[in-house]
């Protein structure tokens, strides 16, 4: 077989940069919404069982569903693995009724500060996907 081509060895498929880099900012953008999505549910979970935990509806048992809800958006968003691994954790041990509270609040803690570092990042990622 006879190749025209500069470069006979690479089989592009018909795709240019520009179109292989304007497939790669839409599956960035999927991936950002999907996610996006998955923690607005779980946010809202969160914040559900927080206002039927001030109803005096079993609260320390609300609080640690809820660190078990965040814990898991952040494990679905892989990013932060560690630390949604850690709420999990520390939500299933305080609904088995080991120090309960310190347990939540320590999730809480994590929980707080994890979303409190990577928030710029992940507005810094959402811009630049949708400035372009």
């Known amino acids: 077989m006879l190749h025209t081509s500069r470069h006979p060895i690479i089989d592009t498929g018909g795709l240019t940069l520009e179109t292989a880099i304007s497939h ?4 960035v953008e999927r ?17 559900v069982l927080s206002i039927l935990g001030l109803a005096h509806i079993a609260p320390t048992s609300m609080c640690a569903i809820a660190a078990i809800a965040l814990g898991a958006a952040l494990l679905l968003d892989g990013a932060e693995v560690l630390v949604g691994l850690a709420a999990v954790v520390l939500g299933i041990l305080a609904l088995l009724g080991i120090a309960p509270v310190t347990l939540v609040l320590v999730a809480m803690l994590a929980l707080g500060a994890s979303v409190l570092l990577t928030g710029s990042a992940v507005v810094g990622k959402m811009l630049t996907i949708f400035a372009a």
């Open 31 to 47: 991936a950002v919404i999907g996610g996006s999505s998955a923690e607005e549910i779980t946010g809202a979970a969160a914040v």
């Open 24 to 27: 790669e900012e839409r599956a």
